[in-house]
DNA sequence: CTGAAAGCGCTAACAC
DNA sequence: GTGTTAGCGCTTTCAG
């Protein structure tokens, strides 16, 4: 009469059933489970079949407690729905299992809020490390990860000037890099599409790329016509709507990612709007769905698979108590396509 | 000297000390976390000062062992890398972060194995109820899921004839109504591109629907020119290829869903055909990419969102020890879009 | 190489 | 409404 178990809650072999069953102690069964090394051959064999035969796997909240560790890694993106960052996941993902590791995402919907949120979330689920988007947030958060011990890895993003582990690309100088050709191809009467800055150090750093370039060519950065809004296609559209609605609309249309990219070209199609005849438009990331429009976008590759592969091993090794890692900064690279030309003449 | 904890783990407040601090019990600290009501306004007070001061937050483990619950619920999809499950995995995710829950996936590449690893990992993480895609799986795992008492849900299909809790949609009938439409234009020789249908009833109720169609046109349904291969553009691309190399090629190629469509629209292009003047094509679930092709494809509506949100609700339900609700079908809509026509004459 | 035993931090009876 | 206390099941020192 000391059980309290419901009736419905299954009662589960433990450890000291294994050991039972296997004339051995909880330590020997723990060792064969854990490090068999150390146990000996005939004693595992006879642990491993107890453990079989009774259909044994252990308590995660007992091991999580006594161990002080799950195998959880945290990720948290901005968002699920479209596919920037699947494939970097789906990377991450994979890699982390090969380590024995299990990935726990959750999203943020591009909400400073909703991620500090979903960070304590996270951590109070167990999570052993994190990985995050961008550098941008409040100092508070990295003081309350480092006091409970969670390694974090930023991704996405490269900034020489953030000491923390960072693995990421060169946002500003790739978009420095497009905006480069953009120009040399003779515009000078420049539209941008780009998420917010506020809060998100990619979108900010990108803008600023395209700026250098102006400068670069002798063009004020000021004159660009820049609107600002949350990626989605739709988006997109309405913003490329109103640049061409502009009294001198632009010759091209810089956008902050494909997503973007993909509703102005869309929008350029509703609008009779031949493309890059009448307006070139450029992306960001090159997901697949760069190349899947017609024509196809001219855009900046990004290699995510890569980035989510990398962040997962230096993430295990943070977990083991390594020592944070340098700074990693992967190379992007021009995609020229379809959808970028010289402006008519 | 008995301290065992590493130099490196920090050394938290624990809920002994949040009540020695507050001058109160650890069950009064503990109800003030997880069941306010229960406590006394001016004790609250002074408990959540101190977890405040303290900057307490609880052990994950501790809490899962003694509670037996962890608050993460499992998801395994097939692919993350593209928006066939993320709408609904989005959807899934935010209505369980309504209810308190965490949402933990993995994919499993469309591997039974990997499906069975991930399912085995996902339940050692201490998931207390599982959401899995299509019925089709070794009956072993569900049996392995009813020991451990873990509650699991199926998405993403409808069938009558299983008992376990599920929530979907008909496949079979959804794609019927679209070959219907297809053959009510009057093709008669049609194509199909598919997933395998080992060990996917989605694919396989899919096929078996346009199989169903052509019976009752009175169309021979192994007539059916029927390629399977893996879900991506470019398998898509390359079935169609095939398709139209046939001696007859079909005047209409019925795709299983749209990643398969839109690959299979590239190579039309690619080919100079014109669709649909030349071939018609259709797809399925009406995901993002659908309506961004040029033209836009023809494909069946699948309600994602829906789906996820009603998923987190059975779920959590279910996860409260309550019976397994009743199978629950949602409805498909047809969307006629640019891609889909009668055949030249 | 194996065993004994001391916790890990929290929850939930149960008693007051 | 609050306190006492017995576990939850596992890991890991330490002794042998």
């Known amino acids: 009469m000391n059980r309290r178990l419901s009736d419905t809650a299954p009662n589960l072999p433990t450890l000291a059933d294994v050991a039972r069953a296997a004339g051995v102690s909880t330590a020997t069964v723990s060792r064969c489970l854990n490090s068999p090394a150390l146990v000996q051959t005939a004693t595992r064999d006879r642990v491993l079949s107890a453990v079989a035969a009774l259909g ?32 970097a996941i789906q990377a991450f993902q994979e890699e982390l299992h090969l380590s024995g590791q299990t990935l726990l995402v959750a999203s943020s919907s591009y909400s400073p809020e909703i991620e500090a949120d979903q960070i304590r979330t996270l951590v109070a689920r167990g999570a052993d490390a994190l990985l995050l988007i961008g ?6 958060i990295y003081a309350f990860l480092e006091q409970r011990g969670v390694p974090v890895l930023v991704s996405w993003a490269f900034d020489p000037a953030q000491a923390r582990a960072s693995i990421g690309f060169d946002n500003r100088r790739a978009m420095a890099g497009l905006a480069q050709e953009v120009l040399q191809l003779g515009h000078r009467n420049i539209g941008m599409i780009s998420a917010h800055a506020a809060g998100n150090d990619r979108a900010r750093d990108r803008i600023a790329g395209v700026r250098d370039a102006l400068r670069d060519h002798g063009v004020d950065p000021a004159a660009l016509d820049l609107i600002e809004t949350p990626y989605s296609i739709a988006n997109g559209a309405e913003a490329m709507a109103r640049l061409m609605a502009l009294p001198t609309p632009p010759t091209v249309v810089i ?14 199609r509703q609008l009779g709007l031949d493309v890059p005849r009448q307006v070139s438009i450029t992306g960001f990331d090159d997901i697949e769905l760069a190349t899947v429009v017609d024509p196809a976008l001219t855009t900046v590759h990004v290699p995510h698979r890569e980035m989510g592969r990398a962040a997962a091993q230096l993430l295990v090794g943070m977990v083991g108590g390594g020592a944070a890692p340098a700074p990693v900064c992967l190379e992007t690279k021009l995609c020229f396509r379809g959808t970028l030309a010289a402006p008519r003449t």
Request: a positive charge; proline letters at 6%; one cysteine or more.
């Open 56 to 87: 044994y796997s252990p308590n995660f909240g007992a091991r999580a407690l006594a161990a002080r560790r799950t195998g959880i890694i945290g990720a948290i993106i901005p968002t699920m729905e479209n596919a920037i960052f699947a494939r």
């Open 135 to 140: 550098h941008d947030r409040d100092p508070g």
């Open 255 to 268: 956008c902050g990612n494909d997503v973007l990219a993909v509703g102005a070209l869309q929008m350029a």
